[in-house]
């Protein structure tokens, strides 16, 4: 039985508001397909195909992965994604009497702690619906 807005349940029985909570509502139909033959998450959105026809679905914060050299990375808790590469030492030689360093580019190197993210690696949050 519903009870009217206001109105306070008796101890001796159970009541239920009038009008369902929206938020707890559970949506009709579930995941749709996508036009790229996976489903979606709860939210809509469909995953991207990145890398071996694997799907990558957004995190929590929204973004999608991206992939460098062929390897999935997630944007950090800041929504800073990786750099593409990044010039590390790789070894110290001597040659013809001078010291040389070999740079090696490193792939997917995250930011440190408290450094700034390039605006070209910030995360913009979206949701794909390609449904098919």
């Known amino acids: 039985m519903y009870r009217s ?3 306070v349940c008796p101890a001796d029985r159970v009541c239920v508001p009038q009008c369902p909570d929206i938020a707890s ?3 009709q139909g579930g995941a749709r397909l996508c036009a790229n033959g996976f489903f979606s998450d709860v ?3 469909c995953p991207r195909v990145l890398v071996d026809n694997q799907p990558s ?3 929590a914060q929204g973004c999608y992965p991206i992939s ?4 999935i ?3 950090d808790v ?5 750099h593409s590469s990044v010039p590390m030492p790789h070894n110290a030689s001597h040659h013809f009497s001078e010291l040389t360093v070999n740079i090696e580019w490193v792939q997917g190197v995250y930011r440190s702690a408290g450094a700034v993210c390039p605006a070209s690696q910030v ?3 979206s949701c794909d619906r390609n449904y098919a």
């Open 5 to 7: 807005a206001g109105e």
């Open 25 to 27: 509502t559970v949506p």
């Open 43 to 45: 939210n809509g959105c």
């Open 57 to 59: 679905y957004r995190d």
């Open 68 to 71: 460098i050299a062929s390897i």
């Open 73 to 75: 990375f997630y944007a």
């Open 78 to 82: 800041g929504r800073c994604y990786p």
């Open 123 to 125: 995360c913009m949050v």
